[in-house]
């Protein structure tokens, strides 16, 4: 997966524009340049997503704002940490990249193009994905379990790589991209299961997918009760046809099927 990890000042402006306030001196600068600039500040706003989608030739019609924000101290300040906090998730991501890559594509088997993250203040709290392609992060690397970090970043991109579902089978798309990435990614990374995590509302639908995740990834029939002891997920192996056509479709594909097989796959908790 190609990527490029940038600190772009028009989209550094904006966020710190348009985001919840970190700094008190650039907060008193807001304040000033909204009550200086009201038009051309409500402008701005509408700059986000040209940004996003070519920021080598993004040029604003009213650069008024930009150029303030730029010759203020506060913001030289406020970029330098974002620059610091670019290489911080760099060195995670560098550190990870051949492993992680390896085990997204075997797992999801999708076309994900190339990616440029635009690096803004971690104090932010943000992780944003305005177009494919492109994210916004700004969000504080876990020191305790820094795969957080990426488990959200993949998360994210997967979600957006797939099709929208209607919303009666949105949470189909959401598991499966959970036990996708927060489930069998995790544990690729982690070297231990990591299937109790996600969503709490998500943890029965996933369970009624489960054997069926496991034929997709193409596990074994006779292997099924060394993952289920893995995972701490049980079911009678016995009470389904192994689908030998899983492992040859991609996320989005496996989706589908279940969608399409749904009132086969959610059976009665007591059999789980």
């Not at 051949?98 to 076309?111: F, S, W």
């Not at 943000?126 to 488990?151: C, E, Q, W």
């Not at 990591?194 to 990834?217: A, F, N, Q, T």
């Amino acid at each position: 997966m190609n990527t490029k990890f940038i600190v772009n000042d028009y989209a550094l402006i904006w966020n710190l524009l348009f985001q919840a306030a970190i700094d008190d001196s650039f907060s008193k600068e807001k304040a000033k340049l909204w009550n200086t600039y009201k038009e051309e500040y409500n402008q701005t706003y509408k700059d986000k997503m040209a940004i996003m989608k070519d920021y080598k030739n993004f040029i604003p019609n009213d650069d008024t704002i930009y150029n303030v924000v730029i010759e203020n101290k506060s913001y030289d300040k406020l970029k330098k940490q974002a620059e610091k906090y670019r290489l911080e998730v760099m060195k995670l991501w560098d550190k990870n990249k051949k492993e992680a890559d390896k085990l997204i594509e075997k797992i999801t088997r999708l076309d994900i193009p190339e990616y440029t993250f635009f690096v803004v203040n971690k104090e932010l709290g943000i992780i944003d994905h305005p177009t494919r392609g492109s994210m916004v992060l700004g969000k504080a690397i876990d020191g305790r379990n820094p795969f957080m970090m990426l488990y959200e970043i993949m998360m994210n991109i997967v979600m957006n790589n797939i099709k929208v579902y209607n919303e009666s089978d949105k949470d189909f798309k959401k598991a499966i991209v959970e036990l996708a990435v927060l489930n069998e990614y995790a544990t690729g990374l982690n070297k231990r299961s990591c299937y109790l995590s996600g969503d709490p509302k998500l943890l029965s639908l996933k369970r009624w997918i489960y054997p069926y995740w496991l034929m997709y990834l193409g596990v074994a029939k006779e292997d099924f009760h060394t993952y289920m002891a893995r995972d701490k997920v049980s079911f009678d192996t016995e009470r389904y046809a192994y689908e030998k056509e899983l492992k040859k479709m991609n996320l989005e594909e496996f989706i589908d099927f279940c969608i399409r097989n749904k009132r086969y796959i959610i059976r009665d908790t007591k059999q789980q």
